[in-house]
């Protein structure tokens, strides 16, 4: 069955880097895109981009370019997210999410929670 | 960028009842929209696809409909386990793909 297992909470500093890694299994993982969405506290999904794990392109939201990296190892079916110049707007849990049909999004990772605070 | 705007933001209901939720978009999705429920400290769950098409191991209860700019989400007969909140979702111009802000469906 599909798994996506990520790291854990991390609490960061302001100007600081996060890096989040998405692990998969029970599927071929360069066969699927990649997904990264964000949820702050109380609020909607947000989306921030995409990797394609087979040749490992990349697309990003609008409001995360300069600052959001998408990267895959595929000797481990890993791919991560990093985001850069943390703020405190940033606090929320994200979540990887694997495409079907390119963006339908029916299995998720269990959420990692990124705490931005001084 | 395609903006998703739910309605009603918060609706009230009893268990039996019927639910009706609405999704619009701001222009034409075609039929590549999707619905979500999301439970407190869960990740969000595929519910339909493609307007009408429910996903692995959804229940009946559950349908999708529309087409276009106007989606509707029906969950027939509530369960209490229906109590939660509701994501649409567009596929048709993407990147990016965009969210609504969600319904939160409550115990009346």
């Known amino acids: 069955q599909v798994q996506l297992v990520q790291s854990g909470a991390e609490v960061k500093k302001p100007g600081a880097s996060v890096k989040v890694s998405c692990k998969a299994s029970g599927y071929t993982f360069t066969s699927y895109y990649m997904h990264w969405v964000r949820q702050a506290p109380g609020q909607g999904l947000e989306w921030m981009g995409i990797?394609?794990?087979?040749?490992?392109?990349?697309r990003y939201a609008q409001k995360f370019q300069g600052r959001v990296t998408m990267t895959r190892d595929t000797s481990t079916s890993t791919v991560y997210m990093e985001l850069s110049s943390l703020r405190s707007e940033d606090t929320a849990v994200y979540y990887c999410?694997?495409?079907?049909?390119?963006?339908?999004?029916?299995?998720w990772g269990q959420g990692t929670l990124v705490t931005v605070s001084s | 960028e395609i903006v998703l705007t739910q309605s009603p933001a918060t609706l009230s209901l009893s268990p039996g009842e019927r639910a009706t939720l609405s999704c619009r978009a701001s222009?034409?999705?075609?039929?590549?929209l999707a619905w979500y429920q999301q439970k407190p400290g869960q990740a969000p769950r595929l519910l339909i696809y493609?307007?009408?098409n429910r996903a692995t191991g959804i229940p009946a209860r559950f349908s999708g409909s529309g087409s276009g700019t106007d989606f509707t989400l029906t969950i027939s007969s509530l369960e209490p386990e229906d109590f939660a909140i509701y994501y649409c979702q567009q596929r048709s111009n993407w990147p990016p793909i965009t969210f609504g802000q969600g319904t939160r469906l409550e115990i009346k």
């Open positions: 493609d307007a009408s």
């Open positions: 999410a694997r495409g079907l049909m390119g963006a339908i999004l029916p299995y």
């Open positions: 222009q034409s999705v075609s039929s590549y």
């Open positions: 990797i394609n794990p087979s040749g490992g392109t990349t």
